[in-house]
């Protein structure tokens, strides 16, 4: 299997140089951009794997980057901040980040995360599902793809994770530590802030009525539950 290639967009010297020589003795490919405008340039040219990306950036900030990208692509992002605080950790994932991680970090975490983000399948899933159908809905979990009322719709690796992972358990409530820990990884099991963001974003493109969804249902202060309607 050849290495994945991973993109690194950083203006800071000292950073590009650590990830490079850290990424590279872990087996990667490593490109390095200094702006959001340059890394745009180098996707159109040749897709990475992955994307790590700072948020403080000349120009067009991270968060601009990453908007820009979901708008043509669903390649796995992992954001950089120096901010550790809930606001912009949801701010970026809104944006469409995969992941969050704060500076100063630990090179092994970081390596951890890239290769959890790389993984294309719903890790823990119980039960290998071909296809999904409702009246509305249409998952085909091998080709990863998604319709609503036979449009396609476009999901980031991590928000297909987790719809993966709730229609494997169906119509069981699943909790927030069990879906974090499933889909991002053993690390994750406090991270609510991340469900919260990506159910919502998940409901927005597949609920005929997001603000009252019908599949991705919410269970207080226990977690979340898929259910399929009566009607489908």
């Known amino acids: 299997m050849s290495a994945s290639q991973v993109l690194v967009l950083d203006d800071e010297v000292q950073i590009r140089r650590v990830l490079r020589t850290s990424l590279v003795a872990g087996g990667f490919v490593v490109r390095e951009a200094r702006t959001g405008e340059e890394a745009l340039e180098m996707i159109r040219e ?29 390649v796995p992002i992992i954001m950089l901040s120096v901010r550790n605080n809930e606001f912009d950790k949801v701010r970026a994932l ?39 159908e409702s009246r509305h809905l249409t998952i ?62 998940l409901r927005k493109k597949i609920e005929p009525q997001p603000s009252n969804p019908r599949y991705l249902l919410t269970e207080p202060w226990v977690g979340y539950r898929f259910s399929i309607p009566e009607e489908s």
């Open 46 to 74: 040749e897709m990475p794997d992955l994307l790590i990306v700072d948020i403080n950036l000349p120009g067009m900030n991270g968060f601009e980057v990453c908007r820009e990208i979901r708008e043509s692509c669903d």
């Open 94 to 132: 809104d944006a469409g980040a995969d992941d969050y991680v704060v500076k100063p970090f630990g090179i092994q975490e970081l390596l951890a995360r890239i290769r959890a983000n790389l993984r294309r399948h719903a890790p823990g899933s119980e039960v290998a599902l071909g296809t999904f």
């Open 140 to 201: 085909d979990f091998a080709s990863r793809t998604v319709a609503v009322r036979g449009g396609k719709v476009r999901l980031t690796p991590k928000e297909f994770d987790l719809l993966h992972y709730l229609v494997n358990h169906r119509d069981k409530v699943l909790p927030h530590r069990e879906l974090l820990q499933a889909v991002w990884g053993p690390d994750y099991g406090d991270q609510v802030e991340y469900l919260r963001v990506f159910i919502n974003q």
